[in-house]
């Protein structure tokens, strides 16, 4: 096995042999740039697209630092969804298998309060969950944080999307008062910016650029719509491709829901993820796509953020997002880990502004149509191109001589020069 490059930020043994057992070996573009100061104790923002390695990025330092010694909370790690608590909560317990002096507790909505209680007996070193349900047991004095003194935000923005900053603020103000803030984000909205600077001095900002987010191992194959069912054309697609497990992306829950039913009825294996699921429904759901009980998944944005879901084969764009960065997180699903990916997008007219754009970012389509069921190459579309500004009419100077009748032979003498320009 070759030598880990990890070992350069002098973590703790154990920690290096369960990164060696998973096979990692080389740190990421953030993990290189926001590990060495998250030892050092500073506060910092990364800026990153999913599988960017971020969560070793702040999982590693706040294990290595961990006094085992003393039963008080010292770190909390916040999510936006269940989902991704329960990734993080999976991939911190791979790094200390076996040490059992650490204790760890997830803390999310949709579970035993009775059994969570019985559990926050004993504080917990490090907490991992929901900004909701930890302020709900801070505020009811179940839970006492006032010695934790790192506090991980994973998702900001979709923190500030779904309405839970609020929440990450009351947590942040029970904590310790010299707070060490690890924030990580695709994007630092406007909005996040007065919270940012409320807890933060001087923070280590590191931006992976979403340009390279783009990879080069995914194949991008652009379907025009041209005004077909679109069910139909989906059915088409899917019985064209044979992945090993395909992400399909729609805008919407209703969406969602309506092609979920139509693979259902046309016997594939389906899952569907979206924000409108019970927490069982999505427990449940997540662990039949965990046992690759399924070929396909449907799924809302939702997905398509921090969610790990492992051997994504290829991505179908039902409809392509507003917000491109969301793109760009989609295709991002597959073509990981030097395996090579195939994102297929559905265009309509309407979008080609936003194909434009995302062509400025790097992504290289290929025009692509379904003929006897088989993929078939076809012109490329007509380019976008901004609406051409019209040169004004020609506006004739006052003569410096004025005779009578002068302001009719200008209009008329004007008149003839606009239409010969025209």
Known sequence: ??????????????????LEEQYIQEPTEIQERLIPSILKGKSVIGQSQTGSGKTLTYLLPIVHQLNT?????????????????????????????????????????????????????????????TPGRISDLIKHEELSVFTATTLVIDEADLMLEMGF?????????RMAEHLQMLVFSATIPEHLQPFLKKYMENPKVAQVDAKQSASHEVEHLLVPHRYRELNELIMKICS????????????????????????????????????????????????????????????TDLASRGIDIKGV?????????????????RVGRTGRAG??????????????????????????????????????????????????KSKPDVVLPKPKKVTPGYKKKLREKQAKLNKRKK
């Open 240 to 299: 064209t491709i044979n992945p090993y497990l395909a992400l399909i992306f729609a805008n919407t829950k209703s969406k969602v829901d309506e092609l979920y039913e139509s693979l259902v009825q046309a016997g594939y294996r389906v899952e569907r993820l979206h924000g409108g699921l019970s927490p069982r429904e999505r427990k449940q759901t997540m662990k039949r796509i965990e046992r690759l009980e399924c070929e396909y998944i449907v799924a």
């Open 313 to 329: 084969s290829h991505v179908i764009n039902v409809e392509i997002p507003d917000e491109l960065d969301f793109f760009i997180h």
């Open 69 to 129: 010694t003393e039963q008080v909370c010292q770190a909390i790690i916040t999510a936006p969804t269940r989902e991704l608590s329960d990734q993080i909560y999976k991939e911190l317990m791979k790094l200390i298998e076996g040490n059992h002096r650490y204790r760890i507790r997830k803390l999310v909505g949709g579970t035993d309060r009775k059994r969570m209680l019985e559990y926050l007996k004993i504080p917990p070193h490090v907490i991992i969950g």
């Open 339 to 388: 395996v090579s990916g195939q994102a297929i997008t559905i265009y309509r007219e309407v979008d080609e502004h936003k194909i434009h754009a995302l062509e400025k970012r790097g992504v290289s389509f290929k025009h692509v149509d379904i003929k006897k069921d088989e993929w078939s190459e076809i012109a490329p579309r007509k380019r976008w191109k901004p609406p051409r």
């Open 1 to 18: 096995m070759n030598e880990t490059k990890f070992r350069k930020f002098n973590l703790k043994d154990f920690l290096i042999t369960a």
């Open 165 to 173: 900053i609020k929440d990450v603020d009351f947590i942040a103000s």
